[in-house]
Nanobody, 127 residues
Framework: QVQLVESGGGLVQAGGSLRLSCAASGGFFSYYAMGWFRQAPGKEREFVAAISRYGGNTDYADSVKGRFTIFRDNAKNTVYLQLNSMKPEDTAGYYC????????????????????WGQGTQVTVSS
């Protein structure tokens, strides 16, 4: 089973940028489709971005499209989320997730379809 550890969260002003990282260990990283989700206090966990096993396909929530970018480096066992043009409504705990996949092309966008989760990193955007 792969273990995931997120880092890179923090406090940023509106319009600013952050890069989140999710380091994986204990598994064959390129076997896993990866995703980023976020959860604000009192709200359900929501999909942010997903990437296929080798990075050929990506998917984004409409709320972050054009501002966030997901990418991965399989040689470093790491998936990233670049957050640009940030807004106060982006404030949340951000979680990465992994799901083993036989398909090299599929992205996974539903919370229920992921099997492994990190502990999260907090992102706060001030106005």
């Amino acid at each position: 089973q792969v273990q995931l550890v997120e880092s890179g969260g923090g406090l940023v002003q509106a319009g600013g940028s952050l890069r989140l990282s999710c380091a994986a260990s204990g598994g064959f990283f390129s076997y896993y489709a990866m995703g980023w989700f976020r959860q604000a206090p009192g709200k359900e966990r929501e999909f942010v971005a997903a990437i296929s096993r080798y990075g050929g396909n990506t998917d984004y929530a409409d709320s972050v499209k054009g501002r966030f970018t997901i990418f991965r480096d399989n040689a470093k066992n790491t998936v990233y989320l670049q957050l640009n043009s940030m807004k106060p409504e982006d404030t949340a705990g951000y979680y990465c997730a992994a799901r083993g996949s036989d398909s090299a092309n599929d992205t996974v966008t539903l919370v229920k379809n992921y099997t492994n989760w990190g502990q999260g990193t907090q992102v706060t955007v001030s106005s």
